[in-house]
């Protein structure tokens, strides 16, 4: 059963440009969460998705990104107009559902890198 | 989620047990407490959780108060691909709050040989 898969794993783009950073939860997985981890910094929060639906966009910055989680195929993390400040590890976590414990299982993250 | 505290950093030997505390006073009933590691260059992985109770699985041992205002992940004989930081997390799981979890400092564990 494969893990959580993250591709690109490492992404350079020029100030200004768009980064897309894709997610496949873990097979019977339908809850997505992007987490950002700043250089030297702790994970912070952005996004959690199911199919379809945003459900909690409290840790997304107001400008700039943006998540989806279509009925098919990945979760994408669209980052538009980067800046320098975007570059930064990003890890996709999934889960089967919202049952009251459990796990999250998290992906080996995408690098961007803003020139 | 109730805030932790965690040492920032920790030796222990390779074979020897490492033992990691977390300090969480202001938990709450409904609170879990969590504890997930960071590999260097890698994803979060997850360990373990309780709420009251020690528990137990093939990683590690968690030990928590009676009074829940702290806890101790335990790694009983430490390797050095056990090198990496550790977090622990005070989450009240469920509902749309379930993989909302605040990760802190952590405590970065250093096994040496």
């Known amino acids: 059963n494969a893990g959580v898969m993250q591709n690109p794993r490492h992404l350079v783009r020029r100030r200004g440009q768009e980064a897309r950073l894709r997610c496949s939860p873990m097979?019977?997985?339908?809850?997505v969460y992007w987490y950002r981890q700043l250089p030297e910094e702790g994970l912070k929060f952005m996004v959690y998705?199911?199919?379809?639906?945003?459900?909690?966009e409290s840790g997304m910055p107001k400008e700039r990104f943006s998540a989806e989680f279509p009925k098919e195929g990945p979760s994408i993390l669209r980052i538009q107009q980067v800046v320098r400040g975007d570059s930064a590890a990003y890890f996709c976590?999934?889960?089967?559902?919202?049952?009251?414990?459990?796990?999250?299982?998290f992906g080996e993250g995408s690098r961007l890198t803003v020139l | 989620d109730a805030k932790t505290t965690q040492p920032t950093s920790m030796d222990c030997a390779e074979g020897r047990a490492a033992n990691l505390p977390c300090n969480h006073s202001?938990?709450?009933?409904?609170?879990?407490v969590y504890w997930y590691r960071q590999i260097h260059s890698q994803g979060p992985q997850y360990i373990i959780h309780?709420?009251?109770n020690n528990e137990t699985n093939e990683m590690a041992s968690l030990i928590i108060t009676e009074d829940r205002k702290s806890s101790t992940l335990i790694l009983p004989h430490a390797t050095l691909r056990d090198t990496a930081v550790y977090y622990c997390?005070?989450?009240?799981?469920?509902?749309?709050?379930?993989?909302?979890?605040?990760f802190g400092q952590g405590t970065i564990l250093t096994v040496h040989p």
């Open positions: 976590a999934s889960s089967p559902g919202t049952k009251t414990t459990g796990e999250l299982f």
């Open positions: 097979k019977g997985h339908s809850h």
């Open positions: 998705l199911q199919k379809e639906n945003i459900i909690d």
């Open positions: 202001t938990i709450s009933g409904n609170e879990y």
């Open positions: 309780g709420l009251k």
């Open positions: 997390i005070v989450h009240r799981a469920g509902g749309t709050s379930y993989g909302k979890l605040t």
